[in-house]
């Protein structure tokens, strides 16, 4: 079962900022938290990922709490082309990834 | 290339056929990876190779189902006497090492299965 859990489906206008939760309590201290996003009919892509420290790349923030029992993916500046399924994963003690069922992320403008 | 290759994009298959999926990992990465994905669900991890050693077969869902990498790239996802719930996108991904922490896969566009 999905360590993670995640809304089903989420809005936000093309311009703004999409902040997308992710809650997984059950997490132990030295569990990753890997964020992937899906556009249809597309293989899964990698956007970011993090153990305690907040995070910073081209394409995303990752911003996880002090006590390590949830996150959230900030996409700054969302565009159309943001529309996608955003998996919130966990990293299982032999290093698999275990993938729940995502948020639906649709960007309208 | 650059990325994971899958082929074909998508398959028709009469029920009781057997079906094989291709995958080409990118070039130096030793970790491969099958997932199947039914519609509007998550990934569900089926099977892992990582260099030479065993591989890791916890997912395979039935002995219908079986895979093999060669050489230690290229890999064959075969399935045998295929039902109606075979169904589903068979994904592929490869990364640069497995057993770590920092392990980012990278996917194929993965194969679509009608199985009629």
């Known amino acids: 079962d999905a360590k993670t859990t995640q809304p089903p489906s989420m809005d936000c206008a093309e311009g703004r900022a999409a902040n997308l939760p992710c809650n997984h309590s059950?997490?132990?201290?030295?569990?990753?938290v890997y964020w992937y996003r899906q556009i249809h009919s597309q293989g899964p892509q990698y956007i970011i990922h993090?153990?305690?420290?907040?995070e910073t790349n081209e394409m995303a923030s990752l911003i996880i709490t002090e006590d390590r029992k949830s996150s959230t993916l900030i996409l700054p500046h969302a565009t159309l082309r943001d529309t996608a399924v955003y998996y919130c994963i966990a990293m299982d003690s032999n290093y698999q990834l275990i993938w729940g069922a995502g948020t639906k992320l649709i960007i309208k403008p | 290339g650059a990325g994971v290759s899958q082929s074909p994009s998508n398959k028709v298959t009469e029920k009781g056929k057997d079906v094989e999926l291709r995958c080409d990992p990118i070039?130096?990465?030793?970790?491969l990876y099958w997932y199947r994905q039914s519609l509007g669900q998550g990934l569900e991890f089926l099977i892992y190779?990582?260099?030479?050693?065993?591989?890791?077969k916890s997912g395979l869902p039935s002995d219908r189902f079986s895979a093999e990498r060669t050489g230690g790239s290229v890999s064959t996802l075969t399935i045998q006497r295929t039902q109606q719930e075979d169904s589903a996108v068979y994904l592929c991904?490869?990364?640069?090492?497995?057993?770590?922490?920092?392990?980012?896969?990278?996917f194929g566009a993965g194969t679509r299965l009608s199985v009629l």
């Open positions: 993090g153990l305690k420290n907040n």
């Open positions: 070039s130096g990465h030793t970790a």
């Open positions: 059950t997490i132990s201290g030295n569990e990753y």
């Open positions: 991904a490869s990364s640069l090492v497995r057993r770590e922490a920092k392990n980012i896969q990278y």
């Open positions: 190779f990582q260099g030479n050693s065993a591989p890791d």
